[in-house]
């Protein structure tokens, strides 16, 4: 079964800096993962998706990177905004929506 | 926004007690979960539907059951509630797996158990 890890709970960036959230993941066959981003009190909201054919996919401000042979994710936020403060989930949707534990990133002013 | 409801949004309730949770899909979404939400251990899936009548357990399924009767309908009980089913439950639905598995998330239901 896949497994996907964040292995950083929270990450603070200073406004207009780039903002990267890592994620890592276990199996190697044909995967399909997204990103999701959650506000206190409300429930996750869909961001951006990549396929593993891919290597990288982009969104306006938001850019997933897929390192295949590291088997690993990251989600960049260019410039990252203080209304980009919330908890970050990588998902693996191979199969059922299986969730990473998050990580909440904090922009300061 | 996706056709989302769950109800109750809040509820306490005492141990030993059972507890039902409903949500409700107005996009005819095949697949629907239920997900609980814990500090440190993220989203969790507790069960999902991929058809009326068609369900499987998640990773945390002990101490819950659900049932689907119709499409738009997921149900989420708690047999006997313990304390440690205090938490925030999230339904979710999408159209399909895989590629079209880009899941809507409800509002969540904040339940205690006291």
């Known amino acids: 079964d896949q497994q996907v890890k964040q292995n950083s709970p929270s990450l603070s960036v200073q406004e207009g800096r780039i903002s990267i959230l890592n994620c890592d993941y276990t199996n190697s066959m044909f995967d399909y993962f997204l990103w999701y981003k959650k506000y206190p009190a409300e429930g996750p909201t869909f961001l951006i998706s990549?396929?593993?054919?891919?290597d990288k996919n982009e969104d306006g401000r938001f850019t997933v990177f897929l390192n295949k042979s590291a088997k690993h994710l990251s989600l960049h936020i260019v410039p990252s905004q203080p209304g980009d403060s919330a908890v970050y989930f990588c998902?693996?949707?191979?199969?059922?929506?299986?969730f990473g534990t998050g990580t909440r990133l904090q922009v300061f002013p | 926004d996706a056709g989302i409801t769950q109800s109750p949004r809040h509820k306490v309730t005492e141990t030993g007690t059972p507890v039902t949770l409903r949500c409700h899909q107005t996009e005819n979404h095949r697949y629907m979960y239920w997900y609980r939400q814990d500090p440190g251990h993220g989203l969790r899936l507790i069960h999902y539907?991929?058809?009326?009548?068609?369900?499987d357990k998640g990773e945390v399924s002990d101490g819950y059951s659900v049932s689907r009767s119709k499409t738009e309908d997921f149900l989420l009980t708690l047999e006997s509630a313990t304390s440690s089913q205090t938490s925030v439950y999230f339904c979710?639905?999408?159209?399909?797996?895989?590629?079209?598995?880009?899941?809507?998330f409800g509002q969540g239901t904040r339940l205690t158990v006291v």
């Open positions: 990549i396929s593993s054919i891919k």
């Open positions: 979710a639905i999408s159209p399909g797996a895989g590629e079209e598995n880009e899941a809507f």
């Open positions: 998902a693996d949707a191979r199969g059922t929506l299986i």
């Open positions: 539907s991929y058809g009326v009548k068609d369900t």
